[in-house]
T-cell receptor, first 117, second 110 residues
Framework: GAVVSQHPSRVICKSGTSVKIECRSLDFQATTMFWYRQFPKKSLMLMAT?????????EQGVEKDKFLINHASLTLSTLTVTSAHPEDSSFYICSARDRINSNQPQHFGDGTRLSIL | EDQVTQSPEALRLQEGESSSLNCSYT??????LFWYRQDPGKGPEFLFTLYSAGEEKEKERLKATLTKKESFLHITAPKPEDSATYLC???????????WGAGTKLIIKP
């Protein structure tokens, strides 16, 4: 149980392109989803938290116009990196939890490796 | 300031050599402590949740314990497939977000 699917697993594209990453909870309803960025040999850096039916909450220093998040349904959240540049290249990971305010564990997707040329 | 520190940063063991990974924390109002395993190029895989001091959880060769200041992840007779980065995260206070440690990279040599 508690499977999270993230797609695509890898993207290579030119500078200026917008890239959409999908995160789906397959066997539970995720009222809360999280988007993380991970740099090589570093831990997870939270970018934003999205609750179904409301706007995402972005962490300090994360540009909301650059990283658009849409929690479209109880099983789907998307992250769109708009007009991506080489410095946006990174490993992006989503996670989901089945309650808004809960001490239940987050379950993670397998991540998306984004490379901007 | 809430903080989570993992040690050691990296640990190399021979197959069968038992050891422990440490996660120490300073937070106000612990709600839960989580252990995850992360393989290269993959997302973290959930292992355990511990909610109160004295609690223990076991899964195969792994055992997690919790005190008021730290958690240990004990690995007994590890195998090469246990090689991974182990991440610790803490949930505290009224904020349900996780505070992450930097991880311990575990390498088990055959």
């Amino acid at each position: 149980g508690a499977v999270v699917s993230q797609h695509p697993s890898r993207v290579i594209c030119k500078s200026g392109t917008s890239v959409k990453i999908e995160c789906r909870s397959l066997d539970f309803q995720a009222t809360t989803m999280f988007w993380y960025r991970q740099f090589p040999k570093k831990s997870l850096m939270l970018m934003a938290t999205s609750n179904e039916g409301s706007k995402a909450t972005y962490e300090q220093g994360v540009e909301k116009d650059k990283f658009l998040i849409n929690h479209a349904s109880l099983t789907l959240s998307t992250l769109t990196v708009t007009s991506a540049h080489p410095e946006d290249s990174s490993f992006y990971i989503c996670s989901a939890r089945d309650r808004i305010n809960s001490n239940q564990p987050q379950h993670f997707g397998d991540g998306t490796r984004l490379s901007i040329l | 300031e809430d903080q989570v520190t993992q040690s050691p940063e990296a640990l190399r063991l021979q197959e069968g050599e038992s050891s422990s990974l440490n996660c120490s924390y300073t937070v106000s109002g612990l709600r839960g402590l989580f252990w995850y395993r992360q393989d290269p190029g993959k997302g973290p895989e959930f292992l355990f949740t511990l909610y109160s001091a004295g609690e223990e959880k076991e899964k195969e060769r792994l055992k997690a314990t919790l005190t008021k200041k730290e958690s240990f992840l004990h690995i007994t007779a590890p195998k090469p497939e246990d090689s991974a980065t182990y991440l610790c995260a803490v949930q505290a206070g009224s904020n349900y977000q996780l505070i992450w440690g930097a991880g311990t990279k575990l390498i088990i040599k055959p």
